[in-house]
């Protein structure tokens, strides 16, 4: 079974009168330690099938299955349980707490799940190793640049160890330089820590750097050209050939 399985999955809003439906019997399936990009036109449908799968948002039909449970299915309360424990978000503009120091932000969604104080300062620690902070530690976010601010931010997605690290336009607020580090240090979560990861990015160059690329083309997945089966059965026997 793979990490991820989005089964013919629909998500409609209503507006006004109008039903919109940016996802149409859409099917994924992510392996683990699969960077997935996902491209497409504003207004596409891309944050949504990016919320459904962190279980923020709720499809209108369909199922998703993440490490073998069917997020569909869960109530509200029990939503919220699993994307503390699953979910690491990388928000675009980082939104890190301007009254906590980088070390606080990071250790935020550890207070969310059952630990020792010894575990989470050791878990803290690493994943600012690992974004290469740990002398910033003490620093606020006004205290540090906007690719700082970014990397305490990727190191609050990767500290709870999730199952996949989803990422929203984590680029789009940064210079080109910027943006290369950032995207270096994503290249370094997912090979070095071998961390499952999922981006929605504008950003041609953001996209082309990972290692499957997925577009969302009239409600519907394209990958590298052919349309993704919404039989998710279909899709497997695709890759396999
Ligand atoms: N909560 C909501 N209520 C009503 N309509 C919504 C809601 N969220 C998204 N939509 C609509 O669904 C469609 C898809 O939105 P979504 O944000 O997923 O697109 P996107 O591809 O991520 O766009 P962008 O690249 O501009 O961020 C849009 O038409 C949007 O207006």
Do not use: C
């Not at 990388?90 to 059952?114: D, G, K, M, R, S």
């Amino acid at each position: 079974m793979s990490l991820v399985e989005v089964s013919n999955v629909t998500k409609e809003y209503a507006n006004g009168d109008e039903t919109i439906r940016p996802l149409d019997g859409v099917s994924l399936t992510v392996e683990k330690g699969d960077y997935v990009s996902l491209m497409g036109a504003s207004g596409s449908g891309k944050s949504t099938l990016l919320n459904l799968i962190a279980g923020i948002d709720r499809a209108t039909s369909g199922n998703i299955v993440v490490a073998d449970t069917d997020i569909t299915k869960l109530s509200r309360g029990k939503l919220a349980d699993w994307r503390a424990a699953h979910i690491g978000y990388i928000f675009q503009t980082h939104n890190l707490i301007p009254v906590l120091t980088a070390y606080e932000n990071v250790e935020l969604p550890l207070l969310l799940l059952p630990m020792s104080p010894a575990e989470r300062r050791k878990r803290v620690e690493i994943a600012l190793e690992a974004v290469d902070l740990t002398s910033r530690a003490t620093h606020y976010p006004r205290q540090m640049s906007g690719g700082q601010e970014q990397r305490v931010g990727i190191a609050r997605a990767i500290v709870a160890n999730p199952t996949v690290v989803v990422a929203d336009e984590p680029t789009g607020s940064l210079d080109d330089e910027t943006t290369e580090q950032i995207l270096q240090l994503l290249e370094r979560v997912n090979n070095e820590l071998g961390m499952t990861l999922l981006m929605v990015t504008h950003d041609a160059e953001a996209g082309s750097r990972a290692k499957r690329r997925i577009r969302l083309e009239r409600s519907r997945l394209v990958e590298n050209g052919t349309a993704i089966p919404t039989d998710p059965g279909q899709t497997a026997k695709l890759r396999s050939a």
